[in-house]
């Protein structure tokens, strides 16, 4: 006989049976299709219905997208969404950016705690009404430059930081002769 009819034919032992049954699997590698891998069911895009008011959709229509695969309502909606959630981020960072700043302002205050007595004026130096000025300059600017408006500022911001911008808004205003 073959020496390959043989080896078919010889008995096998209870350990080379265990280990050929419930050992360790091969991977079987699979063709790949051609085209996109496809996606998990749970990651695959999902038809809806929206119900929009003409005036949403005339815009929609007249909307032009410097991008050419950007043409279909469905496409545009998308992109106005993108834009939004891209514009959340950018929003979120610039009130980070504004409360480190009033972390300043708040830093330069609280050394002058101390000093303050109640129902007395605190007498500063030009040189401490620098610091303050600066400071203070520093966050009216960074407001101006994000184009925030203080009623906007008071909406978003936690009411401890909104109180330091009110301080900030109000020494500005009277360091430059303007009384609320």
Not at 66 to 77: Q, T
Not at 117 to 142: F, M, Q
Request: net charge positive.
């Amino acid at each position: 006989m073959s020496k390959v009819l043989e080896r078919l034919l010889r008995p096998k032992t209870e350990g080379e049976l265990l280990e050929k049954y419930l050992g360790p699997k091969e991977k079987v590698k699979t063709e790949k299709k051609p085209g996109r891998p496809e996606l998990p069911r749970e990651k695959k895009a999902r038809n809806f219905t929206l119900c929009l008011s003409v005036k949403y959709l005339e815009f929609l229509d007249k909307m032009v997208v410097k991008d050419p695969k950007i043409k279909g309502r469905g496409r545009k909606i998308r992109f106005i969404i993108d834009r939004f959630i891209e514009h959340e981020k950018r929003s979120l960072t610039h009130i980070r950016v504004l409360k480190e700043s009033l972390g300043q302002v708040e830093e330069i205050l609280k050394n002058f705690g101390p000093r303050v007595r109640k129902g007395e004026k605190l007498n500063l130096t030009p040189k401490e009404k620098a610091s303050i000025n600066k400071a203070v300059d520093n966050t009216i600017l960074l407001m101006n430059i994000l184009n925030y408006s203080p009623k906007t500022l008071q909406r978003l911001l936690p009411k401890d930081y909104w109180e330091l911008l009110s301080f900030s808004l109000n020494w500005s205003n009277n360091n430059r002769g303007v009384v609320l």
